[in-house]
């Protein structure tokens, strides 16, 4: 069975930093793309970034891109996000979801229907 599990959530102040892990079962190449969500209390999940295994590539939304890094360990069959300079519209509950699928993105690498294994989320809030 497929599993993706998170973990690194926690209470942090504004301007801190959290690095998030998702450990997958198997072997990380065994997926084509993994990306990280979240979803606010009454918003819908947005995609943060997303990375390829078998390639170079890394997409960041506009929020994410200078504060947060998407990395994978393929060793440990681990992706991990570091978050720096957190803020209060950070707060969230952040999925790790992975697409073993493959084939074109038809909504890009951010899309929610791209990725059809997901993680039970971590939650971080940004607080003082």
């Known amino acids: 069975q497929v599993q993706l599990v998170e973990s690194g959530g926690g209470l942090v102040q504004p301007g801190g930093s959290l690095t998030l892990s998702c450990r997958v079962s198997?072997?990380?190449?065994?997926?084509?793309?993994i990306a990280w969500f979240r979803q606010a209390p009454g918003k819908e999940r947005e995609g943060v970034s997303c990375i390829k295994t078998y390639e170079e590539f890394t997409t960041y939304a506009n929020f994410a891109r200078g504060r947060f890094t998407m990395t994978r360990d393929a060793a440990e069959n681990t992706v991990y996000l570091q978050m720096a300079n957190l803020q209060p519209e950070d707060t969230a509950v952040y999925y790790c979801?992975?697409?073993?699928?493959?084939?074109?993105?038809?909504?890009?690498?951010?899309?929610?229907?791209?990725?059809?294994?997901w993680g039970q989320g971590t939650q971080v809030t940004v607080s003082a």
């Open positions: 979801a992975a697409d073993n699928v493959g084939g074109s993105w038809h909504t890009g690498p951010l899309g929610r229907d791209e990725y059809n294994v």
């Open positions: 198997g072997t990380i190449s065994n997926y084509f793309a």
